[in-house]
């Protein structure tokens, strides 16, 4: 099991204390990074640990490690040793760890350090990728067997966190701290243990800290939502891959239930750039199921050895699990989309009604192979109109482009109107992908996007008077069955109607946090 450090990075004392008795309960030890304090606080750091009441950290990171340290490395040890000094006989009143860099060279306040219980974190930053080799960097570092030695990397890839598991496969001999920082890296800070890292670095986000380093979660988001202190080897992994993947609500949804009906199992955002690498990654970690979602809905389907007869004849798919012979694919936005839809407009079927699908990426596919199975007629308008054609001459449907000839055609396609593509959704552009078309109030109009929970594409439905549809209760549903693709076994219901009945506002709470 990995440990959780609080990074503190208040500008004072007495609010890193604050912060800290704030999230004790989640805290194992904490890290009090000097270099973020005023320049007048420095002068107290000395009593720290007594006052955290928990094992810390002394660490004063200089700016060239991705630091706010910019005095000269005299004044920095001059600080360091304040922080040791006076070195009480009751450890409790030391610091715990002190964080020195591999170029640090000053035998004299090692020597004192370990004098008094204070033990080594020898720390190497690497701000522009790693060329070494990891383990040989690592056993260059280490100056003492009790030494702690830690590498973070900033990662500009996928294919850099695959360098930095490897490394971490091979290197069992001593304690050590191994980070992949930045976005492409997040999951190692939910995953230390399969990193095999020592610890895993949080902040107080939710307390408007700034992260210790580019990256870091939020401390009650790691220990309440993720359970990283509770991960073991034997704990079940799964997880969402897609890019950017900035806002999901799969995390929250898998995780509130793994935790409600006290699973060993976690789910984590793999946000990534490489479909390969990420699934030599999958191999490495022991993922058991990943949800898909944009953009690889498609590229995933020939990494798989089998999938369903649905993601065969639709050509996408949201949904893998890891079986004996390899990977098995199966298609969940389907059933979610049909559900929400047709609960919403209390139908059993589409028959005599006409749709306009706008968009023709991969989750158009399942929302044009459903709305064909229940009867309905559909028009595709798509910015690369070929992709609405392709899709569209499979069932029989009209086609165009998003401009005036396709909201022409729309005029006899306005029953309901899907919006399946990308525009408006969180990290991408906040446009109106059909702002051509003028509503008339009678179309019902569902966007697929849940994040933002109204897009300008629905707001203008709305204030037309049309009745809407997000894509909240799609993804839920859709979740609900990947669920049982992952596990065998359904959520039990009893369980859905408590996560639904805070959900969504839990939910916000927390990404907005
Ligand atoms: P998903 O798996 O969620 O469907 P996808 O396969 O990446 O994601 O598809 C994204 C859809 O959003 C596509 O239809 C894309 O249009 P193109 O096929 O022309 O790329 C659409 N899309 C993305 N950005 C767009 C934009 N700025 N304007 C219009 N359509 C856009």
Redesign the pocket.
Known sequence: MAKLCLCLTAKTIQRNLEILNKYRKHTDLAELRVDCLDPDERLYIRRFPELAGLPVILTIRRDVDGGHFTGGEGARVKLLANGLAFANTDSRYNYAYVDIEDDFDVPSLEEAARTFGTKIIRSCHSLNGFTDSIPKKMKSMQRSGDEIVKIAVAVKSTNDVLQVLKASKKITAHNKILICMGHYGIYSRILAERFGSYLSYASALSESEVPGAPGQMDISELAELYRVQKITSKTKVYGIMGYPLKASVSPWFFNTVFNLENTDAVYVPFPTDSVNDLMEIAEGLDVKGFS???????TIIPKLIKCSDMVQSIG?C?TISRMEDGWHGDNTDCGGFSESLLEFINRKNLKYLKATI????????SVASEIHRMGGKALIL???VY??KNIATKYNFKWGG?DNQGIELMLKFNDIIIQ????GMEG??A?D?LDLYSFTGDEVVMD?IYVPPVTPFLKRAMSAGCRTLNGYNMVIRQACMQYAHFTGTEIPQKLLSQINTTGANTWNKIRSA
Do not use: C, D
């Open positions: 898909i979602t944009v953009p690889y809905k498609e996408a949201n706008i968009g023709a990426g991969g989750v158009a596919r798509n910015r690369t992709k609405a998003l399946t593509s990308s525009v991408y552009e446009s992908p697929l």
